[in-house]
């Protein structure tokens, strides 16, 4: 089996439940407890498509949300091979901020555009919002990209 080991980064605001998707992932666990992240969080996956004879081991970066700790994120970004960009659908402004901030600074420290998955996240909360604006936000970023 050929094995790969790959640095995936979730990035989007602080609270856009970053840190909720991953412990569901990883560790099949919730808590709507609300902890802010501090600079950075890693923890691996292992996934083996067995018909493709392919092993992978994921790093999954969680690190800070809220913006203007740009060196601190940079320095966590480099050497990223793919990204889950989260917004929360209740919140408008965190799917405008994945085009203002969270792709050019991901260019910016890798020195490309990685590959990227779009997630709106939250979507038990709604209709706290018109959610529209957020799905054509991201899709309008999924056809840029």
Known sequence: MKRYRKKVMLLGDGAVGKTS????????????HYIATIGAKTCTKDVDYEEHG????????????QQGF????MVNMRGTNAVLMVCDL??????????????PLIEEAVGKTPPMIFLGNKSDLL???DE????SVLFSLAKKI
């Open 21 to 32: 998707l991953v412990r569901r992932y990883v560790y099949n666990t919730f808590s709507d």
């Open 54 to 65: 392919i092993a992978l081991n994921m790093v999954i970066w969680d690190i800070i949300g």
């Open 70 to 73: 740009e060196r601190t994120q």
């Open 90 to 103: 209740t919140r408008a402004e965190t799917a405008d901020s994945i085009e203002k901030y969270w792709i």
């Open 127 to 129: 209709p706290a919002v």
């Open 132 to 135: 529209t604006h957020v799905r």
